[in-house]
């Protein structure tokens, strides 16, 4: 009955992949298809071994971080890099009010550290905030979304408590010492999460990195808060 049901709402509502548009399965999960999922340009080769940045031509680092850049987590994982169908994907569920892209995100997003051994590490997740008067007209915040799917997937307790103490410019309209200035600052967490993170590994999740400025100045507060160590994890690094 319920998978009739499924083909009525189809034939009226018919769903299609949010990419392409091309018709899917009434049952379909992801509302994508597996010829743009093919599209995105997966990090799955040589990549930097601190802030996860692609590497085409091979290397441990990167550039910056084989130099003298610092970083406050120990090291970034991104599952694909932020171009074309991957940055698509981003928008629509940043800007477009399409939340059930948590989904194929959330799920590439885990492949990227799954069997590897990093949930091993980790005690607890967490996520990036949003402001919360951000958060009220987008109606959720994606970094959120995303974690709870990884905490699903990691059998790990998924915390709040990090909190944006400031709106801040949008950081993909700024340079990269434009970005780090724009979020120096600008988190804090509440009094609580300081006893539940003292002397645990936390694994920080977002939805992109582009110069690691937020995710490495979430993790100086996280440190500062007595957190042993924080791993950062995100779906795209651009």
Known sequence: ?????????????????????????????????????????????????KCGLDLPDGGEHCFNCAGKTKHYFESLRAACVYKDTAR??????????????????GQLTWNAIAGR????EIDLIL??????????????????LIAKKISGYMNKP???????KKITK????????????????????????????KG???????????????VDECSKVLRRAGAAKVYALTFARD
Request: include cysteine; aromatic fraction near 10%; charged fraction near 30%.
């Open 170 to 197: 949008a950081q993909f309209k700024l340079n990269k010492e434009e970005r780090v200035k724009n979020v120096k600052g600008c988190f804090g967490f509440k009094e609580e999460l300081e006893s539940r993170i």
């Open 200 to 214: 645990k590994n936390l694994l920080l999740v977002d939805d992109v990195c582009t110069t690691c400025s937020t």
């Open 158 to 164: 998924l915390l709040k408590g990090l909190v944006r």
């Open 88 to 105: 698509n994907l981003v928008h629509k569920l940043k800007y477009g009010g399409r939340e059930y892209l948590d989904r194929i995100i």
């Open 127 to 144: 996520f990036v905030p949003m402001h919360g008067i951000k958060e009220y007209w987008r109606g959720y915040n994606q970094a959120e």
């Open 1 to 49: 009955m319920k998978q009739i049901l499924l083909k009525c709402l189809n034939f009226i509502f018919p769903i299609t992949c949010v990419e392409c548009g091309n018709d899917l399965p009434c049952d379909d999960y992801y509302r994508i298809c597996e010829s743009c999922v093919s599209k995105i340009k997966m990090i799955d080769g040589h990549y930097c071994k």
């Open 117 to 120: 051994g990093l949930e091993n």
